[in-house]
Protein backbone atom coordinates (compact mmCIF):
# COMPACT_ATOMS: atom_id res chain seq x y z
CA UNK A 1 0.00 0.00 0.00
CA UNK A 2 1.00 3.47 -0.68
CA UNK A 3 2.08 5.92 1.95
CA UNK A 4 -0.47 8.83 2.47
CA UNK A 5 0.74 11.99 4.15
CA UNK A 6 -2.80 12.75 7.12
CA UNK A 7 -3.32 14.45 9.71
CA UNK A 8 -3.72 12.71 13.13
CA UNK A 9 -7.53 13.49 13.79
CA UNK A 10 -8.40 13.01 10.14
CA UNK A 11 -6.35 9.19 10.05
CA UNK A 12 -8.11 8.33 13.18
CA UNK A 13 -11.42 8.96 12.38
CA UNK A 14 -11.01 6.95 8.92
CA UNK A 15 -9.42 4.18 10.52
CA UNK A 16 -12.45 3.78 12.34
CA UNK A 17 -14.92 3.91 9.71
CA UNK A 18 -12.63 1.49 7.65
CA UNK A 19 -12.98 -0.80 11.09
CA UNK A 20 -16.84 -0.96 10.68
CA UNK A 21 -17.88 1.92 12.38
CA UNK A 22 -21.09 3.24 11.22
CA UNK A 23 -22.46 5.44 13.81
CA UNK A 24 -20.86 8.48 15.37
CA UNK A 25 -22.12 10.52 17.60
CA UNK A 26 -20.50 13.65 19.14
CA UNK A 27 -19.93 17.07 20.16
CA UNK A 28 -16.74 19.54 18.64
CA UNK A 29 -13.65 20.48 21.49
CA UNK A 30 -10.25 21.64 20.43
CA UNK A 31 -8.21 19.90 19.87
CA UNK A 32 -10.31 16.86 17.86
CA UNK A 33 -13.33 19.09 16.51
CA UNK A 34 -11.75 17.27 13.05
CA UNK A 35 -12.05 14.17 13.94
CA UNK A 36 -16.40 14.95 14.05
CA UNK A 37 -15.56 17.28 10.52
CA UNK A 38 -13.96 14.61 8.73
CA UNK A 39 -17.41 12.00 10.28
CA UNK A 40 -19.94 14.57 8.75
CA UNK A 41 -18.51 14.11 5.44
CA UNK A 42 -17.27 10.12 5.41
CA UNK A 43 -20.34 8.67 7.40
CA UNK A 44 -23.05 9.61 4.57
CA UNK A 45 -20.56 8.36 1.70
CA UNK A 46 -20.21 4.66 3.45
CA UNK A 47 -23.94 4.72 4.51
CA UNK A 48 -23.26 5.40 8.19
CA UNK A 49 -24.75 7.88 10.31
CA UNK A 50 -22.98 11.33 11.41
CA UNK A 51 -24.78 13.23 14.34
CA UNK A 52 -23.68 16.32 16.48
CA UNK A 53 -25.45 15.60 19.56
CA UNK A 54 -26.62 18.81 21.65
CA UNK A 55 -23.77 18.09 24.64
CA UNK A 56 -21.34 15.23 25.11
CA UNK A 57 -23.92 13.39 27.72
CA UNK A 58 -26.56 13.07 24.86
CA UNK A 59 -23.45 11.55 22.68
CA UNK A 60 -22.57 8.92 25.06
CA UNK A 61 -26.06 8.00 25.56
CA UNK A 62 -26.67 7.56 21.56
CA UNK A 63 -23.76 5.29 21.86
CA UNK A 64 -25.45 3.59 24.28
CA UNK A 65 -28.51 3.27 22.32
CA UNK A 66 -26.89 2.15 19.17
CA UNK A 67 -24.34 -0.14 20.41
CA UNK A 68 -27.03 -1.73 22.07
CA UNK A 69 -27.78 -3.14 18.54
CA UNK A 70 -24.80 -4.66 18.17
CA UNK A 71 -23.37 -1.90 15.63
CA UNK A 72 -20.34 -0.49 15.78
CA UNK A 73 -20.15 2.70 17.31
CA UNK A 74 -17.64 5.57 18.42
CA UNK A 75 -17.37 8.83 20.01
CA UNK A 76 -14.58 11.09 20.11
CA UNK A 77 -14.17 14.34 22.85
CA UNK A 78 -11.51 16.18 24.71
CA UNK A 79 -10.85 16.08 28.15
CA UNK A 80 -13.25 17.88 29.87
CA UNK A 81 -16.33 16.97 26.87
CA UNK A 82 -14.85 13.25 28.17
CA UNK A 83 -15.39 14.50 31.74
CA UNK A 84 -19.09 14.90 31.11
CA UNK A 85 -19.12 11.26 29.21
CA UNK A 86 -18.77 9.80 32.17
CA UNK A 87 -21.24 8.59 33.49
CA UNK A 88 -22.76 7.41 30.24
CA UNK A 89 -19.15 5.37 29.97
CA UNK A 90 -20.47 3.83 33.46
CA UNK A 91 -24.32 2.61 32.32
CA UNK A 92 -21.93 1.32 28.69
CA UNK A 93 -19.92 -0.32 31.21
CA UNK A 94 -22.53 -1.99 33.52
CA UNK A 95 -24.57 -3.05 30.26
CA UNK A 96 -21.31 -4.48 28.68
CA UNK A 97 -21.82 -2.47 25.54
CA UNK A 98 -18.65 -2.65 22.69
CA UNK A 99 -18.26 0.41 21.78
CA UNK A 100 -15.04 3.00 21.18
CA UNK A 101 -14.18 6.38 23.00
CA UNK A 102 -12.29 8.70 21.98
CA UNK A 103 -10.17 11.15 24.50
CA UNK A 104 -7.70 13.46 22.57
CA UNK A 105 -6.63 14.94 26.08
CA UNK A 106 -6.15 18.53 26.71
CA UNK A 107 -4.62 20.95 29.33
CA UNK A 108 -6.33 20.97 32.55
CA UNK A 109 -7.94 20.82 35.30
CA UNK A 110 -11.08 22.70 34.51
CA UNK A 111 -11.39 24.08 30.84
CA UNK A 112 -7.75 24.40 30.72
CA UNK A 113 -6.31 25.37 27.45
CA UNK A 114 -6.48 23.17 23.92
CA UNK A 115 -2.80 22.27 23.60
CA UNK A 116 -1.72 18.51 24.36
CA UNK A 117 -1.43 16.70 27.98
CA UNK A 118 -1.72 13.73 29.50
CA UNK A 119 -3.40 14.48 32.54
CA UNK A 120 -6.64 12.15 31.61
CA UNK A 121 -4.63 9.51 32.26
CA UNK A 122 -6.18 8.89 35.97
CA UNK A 123 -9.25 8.84 34.70
CA UNK A 124 -9.33 6.78 31.59
CA UNK A 125 -6.74 4.08 33.82
CA UNK A 126 -8.52 4.42 36.99
CA UNK A 127 -12.28 4.71 36.31
CA UNK A 128 -14.10 7.70 36.01
CA UNK A 129 -17.42 7.14 36.34
CA UNK A 130 -19.23 5.05 39.36
CA UNK A 131 -18.61 1.36 40.23
CA UNK A 132 -16.22 -1.49 39.73
CA UNK A 133 -15.14 -1.18 35.89
CA UNK A 134 -12.61 -0.82 33.82
CA UNK A 135 -12.02 -0.06 29.78
CA UNK A 136 -9.50 -1.52 27.76
CA UNK A 137 -7.33 1.48 27.51
CA UNK A 138 -4.74 2.56 24.82
CA UNK A 139 -2.16 5.42 24.54
CA UNK A 140 -1.07 5.58 20.59
CA UNK A 141 2.26 6.99 20.54
CA UNK A 142 1.68 7.65 16.41
CA UNK A 143 -0.47 8.01 13.97
CA UNK A 144 0.17 5.13 12.32
CA UNK A 145 -0.07 3.34 15.80
CA UNK A 146 -3.58 4.41 16.38
CA UNK A 147 -4.70 3.41 13.08
CA UNK A 148 -3.85 -0.27 13.79
CA UNK A 149 -4.92 0.00 17.25
CA UNK A 150 -8.36 1.08 15.80
CA UNK A 151 -8.44 -1.73 13.29
CA UNK A 152 -8.85 -4.37 16.03
CA UNK A 153 -10.34 -1.90 18.99
CA UNK A 154 -14.02 -3.09 17.77
CA UNK A 155 -12.80 -6.64 17.80
CA UNK A 156 -11.69 -6.71 21.46
CA UNK A 157 -14.27 -4.82 22.68
CA UNK A 158 -16.87 -6.57 20.93
CA UNK A 159 -14.80 -9.82 22.16
CA UNK A 160 -14.73 -8.95 25.93
CA UNK A 161 -18.28 -6.36 25.52
CA UNK A 162 -16.27 -4.17 27.58
CA UNK A 163 -15.58 -0.25 26.08
CA UNK A 164 -13.03 0.66 24.77
CA UNK A 165 -10.81 3.94 25.19
CA UNK A 166 -8.16 5.48 23.50
CA UNK A 167 -5.97 8.07 25.50
CA UNK A 168 -4.27 10.37 22.76
CA UNK A 169 -2.92 13.52 23.12
CA UNK A 170 -3.34 16.55 21.25
CA UNK A 171 -0.27 16.05 19.06
CA UNK A 172 -1.85 12.53 17.66
CA UNK A 173 -4.81 14.46 16.40
CA UNK A 174 -3.04 17.50 15.12
CA UNK A 175 0.14 16.17 13.66
CA UNK A 176 0.98 14.93 10.34
CA UNK A 177 2.66 12.00 9.42
CA UNK A 178 2.60 9.59 6.60
CA UNK A 179 0.68 6.58 7.39
CA UNK A 180 -0.88 3.37 5.77
CA UNK A 181 -4.06 3.02 5.67
CA UNK A 182 -5.67 -0.60 5.90
CA UNK A 183 -8.78 -2.15 3.90
CA UNK A 184 -11.79 -1.69 4.53
CA UNK A 185 -13.34 -4.09 6.72
CA UNK A 186 -16.59 -5.64 5.48
CA UNK A 187 -18.72 -5.62 8.91
CA UNK A 188 -22.10 -7.18 9.66
CA UNK A 189 -24.48 -7.43 12.32
CA UNK A 190 -24.71 -11.19 13.08
CA UNK A 191 -27.42 -11.50 15.42
CA UNK A 192 -26.28 -15.68 15.98
CA UNK A 193 -22.92 -13.82 17.06
CA UNK A 194 -24.24 -11.11 19.18
CA UNK A 195 -27.34 -13.19 21.04
CA UNK A 196 -27.71 -10.15 23.79
CA UNK A 197 -27.96 -7.46 21.07
CA UNK A 198 -31.14 -5.49 20.99
CA UNK A 199 -31.93 -6.72 16.84
CA UNK A 200 -35.77 -7.11 16.36
CA UNK A 201 -37.87 -9.42 18.32
CA UNK A 202 -41.56 -9.97 17.58
CA UNK A 203 -44.12 -11.77 19.75
CA UNK A 204 -43.96 -15.70 18.77
CA UNK A 205 -39.65 -15.57 19.04
CA UNK A 206 -37.98 -17.67 21.40
CA UNK A 207 -37.83 -15.40 24.78
CA UNK A 208 -34.52 -16.43 25.34
CA UNK A 209 -33.18 -14.80 22.76
CA UNK A 210 -34.90 -11.20 23.63
CA UNK A 211 -32.35 -8.57 23.57
CA UNK A 212 -32.35 -6.74 27.22
CA UNK A 213 -29.41 -3.90 27.63
CA UNK A 214 -29.64 -2.84 30.95
CA UNK A 215 -27.39 -2.19 34.32
CA UNK A 216 -29.61 -1.86 37.09
CA UNK A 217 -30.03 -4.39 39.26
CA UNK A 218 -31.80 -3.79 41.62
CA UNK A 219 -31.30 -6.75 43.88
CA UNK A 220 -28.12 -6.59 45.86
CA UNK A 221 -27.68 -10.56 44.73
CA UNK A 222 -28.15 -10.29 41.60
CA UNK A 223 -25.51 -6.89 41.55
CA UNK A 224 -23.33 -8.86 43.68
CA UNK A 225 -23.47 -11.80 40.42
CA UNK A 226 -23.38 -9.25 37.81
CA UNK A 227 -20.19 -7.57 39.22
CA UNK A 228 -18.24 -11.02 39.76
CA UNK A 229 -19.57 -11.77 36.26
CA UNK A 230 -17.95 -8.45 35.06
CA UNK A 231 -14.74 -8.59 37.29
CA UNK A 232 -14.08 -12.18 35.49
CA UNK A 233 -13.90 -10.64 32.08
CA UNK A 234 -11.21 -7.86 33.73
CA UNK A 235 -9.00 -11.17 34.82
CA UNK A 236 -9.06 -12.17 31.68
CA UNK A 237 -8.61 -8.77 29.59
CA UNK A 238 -5.53 -8.76 32.43
CA UNK A 239 -4.23 -11.98 31.18
CA UNK A 240 -4.34 -11.81 27.08
CA UNK A 241 -4.25 -8.15 26.25
CA UNK A 242 -1.52 -6.11 27.54
CA UNK A 243 0.82 -4.29 25.06
CA UNK A 244 4.05 -2.49 25.21
CA UNK A 245 7.32 -1.43 23.72
CA UNK A 246 10.71 -2.30 25.00
CA UNK A 247 13.38 0.71 23.60
CA UNK A 248 17.14 -0.19 23.87
CA UNK A 249 16.72 -2.06 27.32
CA UNK A 250 19.28 -4.12 26.81
CA UNK A 251 22.17 -3.42 29.24
CA UNK A 252 20.51 -0.28 29.86
CA UNK A 253 21.74 1.82 33.45
CA UNK A 254 18.86 3.99 33.67
CA UNK A 255 15.25 2.82 32.24
CA UNK A 256 13.02 5.90 31.45
CA UNK A 257 8.62 4.86 31.35
CA UNK A 258 6.52 6.86 29.59
CA UNK A 259 3.49 6.53 27.37
CA UNK A 260 2.13 8.58 24.03
CA UNK A 261 4.14 11.20 22.68
CA UNK A 262 6.07 11.65 25.63
CA UNK A 263 7.97 8.21 24.73
CA UNK A 264 8.96 9.53 21.37
CA UNK A 265 10.41 12.60 23.48
CA UNK A 266 12.15 9.96 25.48
CA UNK A 267 13.30 7.94 22.42
CA UNK A 268 15.38 11.29 20.71
CA UNK A 269 16.96 11.78 24.37
CA UNK A 270 17.84 8.03 24.96
CA UNK A 271 19.69 8.40 21.40
CA UNK A 272 21.58 10.97 22.28
CA UNK A 273 22.37 9.69 25.68
CA UNK A 274 24.04 6.48 23.76
CA UNK A 275 26.07 8.45 21.59
CA UNK A 276 27.17 10.12 24.87
CA UNK A 277 27.80 6.94 26.13
CA UNK A 278 24.95 6.79 28.47
CA UNK A 279 23.23 3.77 27.76
CA UNK A 280 19.51 4.43 28.42
CA UNK A 281 16.46 2.28 27.67
CA UNK A 282 12.18 2.72 27.56
CA UNK A 283 9.66 0.85 28.52
CA UNK A 284 6.43 2.37 26.82
CA UNK A 285 2.91 0.57 28.08
CA UNK A 286 0.63 0.48 25.15
CA UNK A 287 -2.10 -0.60 27.31
CA UNK A 288 -2.24 1.30 30.12
CA UNK A 289 -5.35 -0.52 31.06
CA UNK A 290 -4.67 -3.03 32.00
CA UNK A 291 -0.83 -2.09 32.75
CA UNK A 292 1.61 -4.31 32.01
CA UNK A 293 2.97 -4.32 35.23
CA UNK A 294 5.46 -7.75 34.82
CA UNK A 295 7.10 -6.18 31.86
CA UNK A 296 7.90 -2.76 33.39
CA UNK A 297 8.75 -4.77 36.20
CA UNK A 298 11.25 -6.99 34.26
CA UNK A 299 12.53 -4.17 32.42
CA UNK A 300 13.26 -1.48 35.43
CA UNK A 301 14.55 -4.54 38.05
CA UNK A 302 17.35 -5.99 35.61
CA UNK A 303 20.74 -6.05 37.50
CA UNK A 304 22.07 -3.26 35.01
CA UNK A 305 19.77 -1.03 35.64
CA UNK A 306 20.82 1.86 38.51
CA UNK A 307 17.91 3.52 38.53
CA UNK A 308 14.25 4.58 36.68
CA UNK A 309 12.66 8.14 35.55
CA UNK A 310 9.07 8.29 34.73
CA UNK A 311 8.90 11.07 32.19
CA UNK A 312 5.02 12.45 32.02
CA UNK A 313 3.01 15.93 30.50
CA UNK A 314 1.26 15.89 34.13
CA UNK A 315 2.12 15.65 37.76
CA UNK A 316 2.87 11.85 37.53
CA UNK A 317 -0.10 10.07 37.00
CA UNK A 318 1.19 6.58 35.49
CA UNK A 319 3.96 7.16 38.11
CA UNK A 320 1.75 5.69 40.70
CA UNK A 321 1.13 2.28 38.61
CA UNK A 322 5.49 1.83 37.96
CA UNK A 323 5.73 2.54 41.31
CA UNK A 324 3.16 -0.47 42.14
CA UNK A 325 5.43 -2.43 39.24
CA UNK A 326 8.39 -2.22 40.83
CA UNK A 327 7.56 -2.25 44.60
CA UNK A 328 10.75 -0.33 45.79
CA UNK A 329 12.84 -2.96 44.05
CA UNK A 330 14.62 0.19 41.90
CA UNK A 331 15.25 3.92 42.59
CA UNK A 332 12.59 5.64 40.56
CA UNK A 333 12.36 9.87 40.00
CA UNK A 334 9.95 11.47 37.52
CA UNK A 335 10.53 14.56 35.62
CA UNK A 336 7.19 16.26 34.08
CA UNK A 337 5.45 19.60 33.42
CA UNK A 338 1.99 20.12 34.14
CA UNK A 339 -0.26 23.06 31.61
CA UNK A 340 0.63 21.30 28.68
CA UNK A 341 4.33 22.50 28.45
CA UNK A 342 5.97 19.77 26.78
CA UNK A 343 9.23 18.10 27.92
CA UNK A 344 12.22 18.46 26.01
CA UNK A 345 15.18 16.29 24.62
CA UNK A 346 17.53 18.06 26.48
CA UNK A 347 15.47 18.22 29.58
CA UNK A 348 15.41 14.88 30.17
CA UNK A 349 18.81 13.89 29.11
CA UNK A 350 19.55 16.76 31.72
CA UNK A 351 17.69 14.69 34.05
CA UNK A 352 19.22 11.73 33.55
CA UNK A 353 22.53 13.11 34.05
CA UNK A 354 21.80 14.24 37.18
CA UNK A 355 20.47 11.19 38.09
CA UNK A 356 23.83 9.70 37.33
CA UNK A 357 25.42 12.14 39.17
CA UNK A 358 23.79 11.16 42.37
CA UNK A 359 21.90 14.55 42.52
Not at 105 to 117: E, F, V, W, Y
Not at 217 to 222: G, K, L, M, R, S
Not at 333 to 340: A, K, R, T, V
Not at 344 to 349: F, G, I, L, M, S
Request: charged share 20%; net charge negative.
Amino acid sequence: MALELMKGSEAIAEAAIRAGARYFFGYPITPQTEIPEYMSARMPEVGGCFLQAESEVAAINMIYGAAGTGARAITSSSSPGVSLKQEGISYCAGAQLPCVILNVMRGGPGLGNIQASQGDYLQGVKGGGNGDYHLITYAPASVQEAIDIMMYAFDKAEKYRVPVLFLADGIIAQMMEPVEMPEMVDFKIDPEKKPWACTGWKPGDDPEKRGVINSIYIDTETLSVHNAKLQKIYREIEANEQQWEYYNVEGAEYIITAFGTVARIAKSAIDELKAEGINVGLVRPITVWPFPYEAVKSACTAPSVKAVLDVELNEGQMLQDVKLALNGATPIDFFGHLGSEMPTVDEVKAKIKSMKEGK
